[in-house]
């Protein structure tokens, strides 16, 4: 929702200035209308936000994070040897490593 409210902005910002290049206005009254709307417009958005926000109760957030705590803690499986060893070690190999690495201790070897 705030998303779409930072998008909504941006474009009343841009279509105000492109009205007001476009029109080239030179009466006072038609900018000040013009701002108005704007304005009016972002403070409408702004409102909404502030309206939903508080529609939202604390007890139904903690619950929210509870139950995805839950859910989380039900699907994680316990790790396999091979991905415990690559979960603690601290970089990852990629197979042209591996084979220079094996090049390498062959000629120490000869």
């Given at each position: 929702?705030?998303?779409?409210?930072?998008?909504?902005?941006?474009?009343?910002?841009?279509i105000?200035?492109?009205?007001?290049?476009?029109?080239?206005?030179?009466?006072?009254?038609?900018?000040?209308?013009?701002?108005?709307l704007?304005?009016?417009l972002?403070l409408?958005?702004?409102s909404?936000?502030i309206?939903?926000?508080?529609?939202?109760?604390?007890?139904?957030?903690?619950?929210?994070?509870?139950?995805?705590?839950?859910?989380?803690?039900?699907?994680?499986?316990?790790?396999?040897?091979?991905?415990?060893?690559?979960k603690?070690?601290?970089?990852?190999?990629?197979?042209?490593?591996?084979?220079l690495?094996?090049?390498?201790n062959?000629?120490?070897?000869?």
């Amino acid at each position: 929702m705030l998303l779409i409210s930072v998008v909504l902005v941006v474009m009343i910002l841009g279509i105000y200035n492109d009205l007001y290049s476009v029109l080239k206005i030179t009466n006072k009254e038609s900018v000040l209308l013009l701002l108005l709307l704007k304005w009016s417009l972002i403070l409408l958005i702004i409102s909404v936000n502030i309206y939903s926000l508080k529609r939202i109760k604390i007890n139904d957030v903690k619950e929210s994070i509870k139950k995805e705590q839950a859910y989380t803690s039900k699907k994680a499986e316990p790790l396999t040897p091979t991905q415990n060893y690559v979960k603690h070690k601290e970089t990852l190999s990629t197979t042209t490593d591996l084979i220079l690495e094996k090049y390498r201790n062959k000629k120490r070897e000869v």
